[in-house]
């Protein structure tokens, strides 16, 4: 009797249990709205979302006590609702738990209450609707708190949406289960003491079978986000030795992914120069033309192939290639997103004309950059060191005799790479005199940028570009604080989005992240062009004067460096009496001007090749804009 009495007195559905039929209706449309506004909202705010977590556990714990009462399951449903509620309590007394922290103990008590709802399902004297109803409920957390811990990295977007999922299909069920009971009860009253036949509940079951369904229907759908990322493999690694000098070649072996037919490639690793001024480790591509054979329409078209046009493709064997040093677009910060790791490492880095480049008869060299593939902080829009990284690169790829590299280069880039591009030309003089510069085609070139960050939150997938850049220089200069500049709210966003590359498939829920935030996107807490961070963007300005001609390419309708921005860049190179050719393309966006059918990309090759021929034009005027129509 004692112990009876004593596990009563423990026993949370005993006290609950009693509560009108009414409040259990009200705590289920309750759970419905709360797990609704979770998954509809789950990155308003750090702090906001603990307070909707806690609640939300607090809340399950008072559903779990009012759920089945059954003799069997007394006990340790209500240990399990304690459970629910103590630490829901907790959540909501310390709403500055860690992300990751308050991401596992949701996934685990996701876990433990289907592993609770499984065990219920084989108590005595059920029936078995019951039972299909609680095995299926108990599948649906497993399913949930699996997915929860199993992400590539725990997010609270991913545990805050699972855990909402879970609080509306709670919700739906106990309403349909206090409904059935008011209807129960008046079916009892109405058989004046009669036995009524048994009550069957199937439509609770039903209302869980929908449930496991809904969570098999969620992972397979999310699938392909929980995808890995790309592995670094050991050719990354430095070794214990390295050169001591910038743009040594430490070694090489042979590449094959996405290479054109007609060309082949190698991945080199090197030395350059950091942001601090020390010997760092970079990688990259190598890529050249094969050599023609005598069979070839470049060398069947004036006759004979055992004869004249043999000697010919011998000599054409024996040319050194002329070199496009080719800067990347933005890939990403982490360390995984080196173009070279990737399943499309020309696609990636948005050079979608590799094999158009490969038929002008051009090598090219593909800089990783500092931090990707290899190990270190990627310097992200950091514009010297990816100028040193681009540089040394062709030094490196020069050593490597199987390539047959010419001396003369033309340095190419792409947004990130544009602005990289730009700085390669302006240090290169000092830097690397023995890199024979001919020219600078920068394409929608990121050369300003606090412009760039200024105007982040206005562009599209700016936030993207913005956790890059501001994990790079955060942890380049401690000075520069995610904690003065970035909104609370969304310092875990930023910070997670910072780890995907652009390729990655699992970069949607950082998407899904911002826009959870689309209320209030203002992305900073103090003016990024104040203190350490504007103070260090604005030593990554492009330099005006490059000494080689420039030719920059602008898409009109371009969302991310605006058109007007590189207008004033322009001007402003110009007036130093640099010679640039620019051409705004009207209609094109961002990447656009990289694809293959864009003006651009026959623009720039003539341009290249008038730089390789050493082609100058007397008396033509020192700078020119040229608006090309779509």
């Known amino acids: 009797m004692a112990r009876e009495s004593w596990t009563r007195r423990l026993t949370l559905v005993r006290l609950v249990e009693r509560l009108p039929a009414w409040v259990r209706i009200v705590l289920s449309i309750v759970s419905i709205i709360l797990g609704g506004v979770i998954v509809l909202r789950p990155t308003t705010a750090l702090d906001l979302l603990a307070f909707l977590l806690g609640g939300g556990m607090v809340l399950t714990g008072i559903l779990e006590a009012t759920g089945r009462v059954d ?62 109803a609680d095995a299926a409920f108990g599948v649906t957390g497993l399913i949930f708190g699996i997915l929860a811990l199993g992400w590539p990295d725990i997010t609270l977007l991913v545990v805050a949406v699972v855990f909402g999922a879970m609080l509306i299909m709670r919700g739906i069920s106990d ?21 009524p036949p048994p009550k069957r509940r199937w439509g609770r079951a039903v209302v869980a079978i929908v449930s496991v369904a809904a969570a098999a229907a969620f992972a397979v759908a999310t699938a392909p986000l929980r995808e890995g990322s790309t592995v670094v493999d050991e050719f990354y690694a430095a070794p214990r030795s390295i050169p001591e000098q910038p743009g040594q070649l430490i070694r090489y072996e042979p590449f094959t992914r996405e290479v054109p037919k007609g060309a082949e490639a190698w991945r080199i690793l090197y030395t350059t120069t950091g942001v601090d001024g020390r010997i760092r480790v970079a990688s990259g591509l190598v890529v050249v033309p094969l050599a023609p ?23 054409e064997r024996a040319r050194p290639w002329p070199v496009i040093d080719w800067n990347h677009s933005t890939t990403g910060f982490a360390q995984h997103c080196a173009p070279s790791l990737q399943q499309r490492p020309f696609w990636a880095g948005g050079l979608y004309v590799v094999k158009k480049v490969i038929k002008e008869g051009w090598a090219i060299v593909a800089p990783d950059y500092i931090g990707l593939g290899t190990a270190g902080v990627h310097p992200y829009l950091f514009g010297e060191a990816s100028a040193t990284a681009s540089l040394d690169a062709v030094r490196a790829a020069r050593q490597l005799d199987e390539a047959n590299l010419s001396p003369a280069t033309v340095v190419w880039g792409h947004s990130q790479g544009g602005g990289a591009a730009l700085w390669a030309g302006g240090v290169a003089r000092e830097y690397a005199p023995d890199v024979w510069i001919r020219g600078v085609a920068a394409f929608a070139p990121a050369d300003d940028p606090p412009a760039l ?16 850049a501001f994990a790079a220089y955060s942890e380049t200069y401690p000075e520069i604080t995610y904690e003065r500049y970035i909104r609370p709210g969304l310092q875990p966003v930023l910070r997670a989005m910072s780890q995907r590359c652009l390729t990655d498939p699992s970069m949607a829920l950082s ?9 209030d996107p203002e992305l900073f807490a103090a003016d990024p062009s104040s203190g350490a961070l504007g103070e260090r963007l604005r030593e990554s300005i492009a330099p005006l004067q490059i000494g080689p001609p420039v030719f920059i390419g602008q898409g009109g309708n371009d969302s991310i460096v605006l ?8 001007e402003s190179m110009c007036a130093t009496g640099q010679r640039v050719d ?43 804009t040229l608006d090309v129509p779509q």
């Open 71 to 132: 003799e069997g399951e007394r006990r340790w449903r209500g240990a399990l609702a304690a459970v629910w509620i103590l630490v829901g309590v907790f959540v909501l007394a310390w709403p500055g738990l860690t992300v990751r922290a308050m991401a596992i103990v949701t996934g685990i008590l996701l876990l433990s209450a289907g592993a609770a709802g499984i065990i219920g399902a084989f108590a005595r004297g059920r029936g078995w609707d019951a039972r299909i």
């Open 582 to 624: 620019y051409r705004r393309y009207a209609g094109y966006e961002h990447a656009q001007v990289m694809e293959t059918y864009s003006p651009m990309v026959a623009d720039a090759i003539a341009w290249t090749h008038d730089r390789f021929d050493g082609t100058y034009t007397a008396g033509a005027p020192t700078c020119t």
């Open 293 to 315: 054979s005598p069979e070839s329409p470049r060398n069947a078209a004036g006759g004979d192939a055992a004869g004249e046009d043999a000697d010919a493709s011998m000599i």
């Open 175 to 195: 309403l349909w289960l206090a409904l059935r009971r008011r209807r129960d009860e008046r079916i009892d009253a109405a058989n004046d003491g009669r036995t």
């Open 511 to 519: 998407v899904a992240a911002v826009l959870g935030t689309s209320l």
């Open 563 to 570: 058109p007007a921005m590189q207008d004033a860049f322009v």
């Open 453 to 468: 960050v200024g105007h982040v939150s206005e562009v599209t997938g700016g936030l993207i570009f913005a956790s890059y």
